[in-house]
């Protein structure tokens, strides 16, 4: 969880995720669609929320991904010795 400070109010959030995770603003963005961090407790998935002195921004562990958990499955209209 981080406190932002005095110097940080005024700041947009995708700006405070990129500066205090150390990463790109692509990847603060992507934490944000992917709505795991949380305002003061409320979820909050704009990159233009302007943050205050004292907000507190935590960031939920995201699920891991599998492999295949983008695949999908084909649904059988129709099934038998001769045909799939």
Same mark, same amino acid.
Request: charged share 35%.
């Given at each position: 969880m981080h406190t932002v400070s005095p110097?940080?109010?005024a700041m947009?959030?995708?700006n405070f995720l990129a500066?205090?995770? !150390?990463?790109?603003? &692509?990847?603060?963005?992507?934490l944000l669609d992917a709505r795991v961090v949380f305002v003061n407790g409320k979820?909050?998935?704009? !990159?233009k929320h302007t943050l &205050? !002195?004292?907000?507190?921004v935590e960031i939920q562990e995201q699920p891991r991904s599998t492999a295949h958990e983008g695949a999908r499955s084909?649904?059988?209209?129709?099934?038998?010795a001769d045909y799939v």
């Open positions: 110097s940080e109010s947009r959030l995708v500066e205090r995770e !150390a990463c790109s603003l &692509r990847k603060a963005k992507a979820r909050v998935w704009m !990159a &205050r !002195a004292g907000d507190r084909i649904p059988f209209l129709f099934e038998n």
